[in-house]
């Protein structure tokens, strides 16, 4: 092949969970590929200009990186998940995100995977389908799966080995806060990283929700709320349920309207005692100032109950 | 929601329970059950506890919640949460996890433990024939009440059928109510032209069967000379819910080459009906949601590349609880208008 092959990855949605699996799998298989840069106030406008109105804003986020990536790729790449282990679910945004996609940008060419394991449809199966269209014998389409599953488990692993590490080396004196959040609000450059770069300037140590052991998380979720059933939201959960006795306050990190978010928020705010949350809901007019006001305060007042609480031990 | 408080009450009687129906559906409903909603859970959450508080101020002991493939699955456990800690106590029959009809039965039993499963399957057949034939009634009366010569005729006519079918306990009874609404129905004289403005009605399931909910819209697109088609019923929900994936396939096949995978709960079937009236020659298309409802927000990105390819006119609309009547009916007349407007020059052309 004279010329090199390109795939295009959008900087958004699965890709903060799959970007190591997705990166060594197209380039095992002899496609380059091209990745969108970290979302910026123009890429927000126009996935604002692309999406209906009432999508939630990592989807118009997401409308955004897909459209920029036109001419850089041959293809842009936008997998569709309906259920990723059976008798669970997904958002139904990522049900959507391909039919989305090639009906906003009809013009556009794109390849997907389809994976449903509720209804027996796996991601092996349908990543090893991908490679065989884009030309791959079995035999590379096996061994390119194998390497990048490897590759994104190393990944996984190493980003819980960093958290419980930094759980371990903690200063007593700082405040601890959890930030709880699906990863393509937490990971990304307008949504999530302005939240976590802010607490670290106030010196607290942040631990995130999804840097964790995500099968546990699952399970643990249960004892919060045993009829959900949206995957990401048990890992959130999960989270909580895990950090909840080690952290001095969870902030929940929630985009405006998150369907199964509107609904997790608040069973949490009511099942959760014991430790303080305050939920922030973003939309895509955020302006900084508000939030840092409401980060700041919430902070405050922690540090406050702390030295209160020291005070009152002092005098015991 | 609509009418159908009519069959669970049979079926809630005839398993030996009481059923204790909610009050009609007002402005307070809908804040009372915001207030104590989260703030942007979609509408039908809102309603529900709306309805819920409403019954719980009575003697109420068991809530039954269904679920759906989307927020709608959730709704039970949070629903449950929120009304606790109100300081209500009552027991809560969720229906979310039923995927055949011997499980439906089997959960449905948990509202009057110890009845026999003779009861609830006879009780089950008479509330599904009254569904149908509520369903049947206003299908006739969406597509002519805009044609009636005098106005309140069919709603009079309702008004009696709804009156008879309530005490009817026999598939028997509820053929014989039904057949005379009908007959009755068929018999008022209408002034309807051979081809009137033909209009569907597609979208998100509850606001679709609750007028309240959605303004009254097929009643204001009637009154402006329309023929109302509505696809999704109570029955055809449950068809679907116990029929697996058979149901997906078919609307997946029906949407043609628009949507490639489901696009969850009933966005699939929101472009598919639309498709299929578009290439029957129909003269537009309602789109109606709660705010955020996500899976047709997914479908409105379908539906707004077709309308545009197919110069076809879609008119979206969003509910949510603070919708006022006159946006939706300045809308409508004004959707109409040009419906009525497009008719004439394609006719003349």
Redesign the interface.
Known sequence: MAEERRIGLPRSLLYHKFHTLWTTFFEELGWRTVTSPPTNRQLLERGVALAVDESCVPMKVFLGHVESLRGRCDAVFVPRVESLIESEHVCVKFMGAYDIVRNTLPDLPLVTYDVDAERGVHERASMLKLARELGAGPLKARRAYARATAAQRAHDVEMVRLQESALEARDPEAVRILVVGHSYSLADELIGKPILDYLGSLGVEVLTSDAIDKPKARELSRRISPTIKWTYNKELLGAIELYREHVDGIVFVVTFPCGPDSLMAELCQRRIEGVPIVTLVLDELQGEAGLRTRLESFVDIIRAKRTIAERARAHA | MGEYWLPFSTLAEMMGAVPVVAPKMTRHTLEAGAHVS?????VP?KYNMGNFLETLEGDVDVIVQAGG???F??????QD??LR?MGHSFELV?L?EARSLPTLLRDLRRVQPGVSYARIVRGFAVAWRQAQAIEAVEDFVRKNVGFERERGTMDRLVAAFLRELRPTRTLRGVARVRAEALGALAAVPLDKPEHPLRVGVVGELYVLMEPFANCGVERKLAEHGVEVHRFITLTSLVRSGLGG?KHVRHALDKAGP????????D?TESVANTWELMNSGFDGMVHIKP?????E??A???L??ISREHTFPILFL?FDAQTAQAGVTTRVEAFCDMLEMRKRRHASA
């Open positions: 989260p703030e942007f859970v979609c959450f493939g989307c927020r699955g959730y709704y039970g456990e949070v949460a929120i800690d969720n979310f994936r628009w949507v490639t995978y489901h696009l969850g709960a966005g705010f955020g409802c996500m899976p927000v997914s409105m990105s379908v707004q590349r969003s």
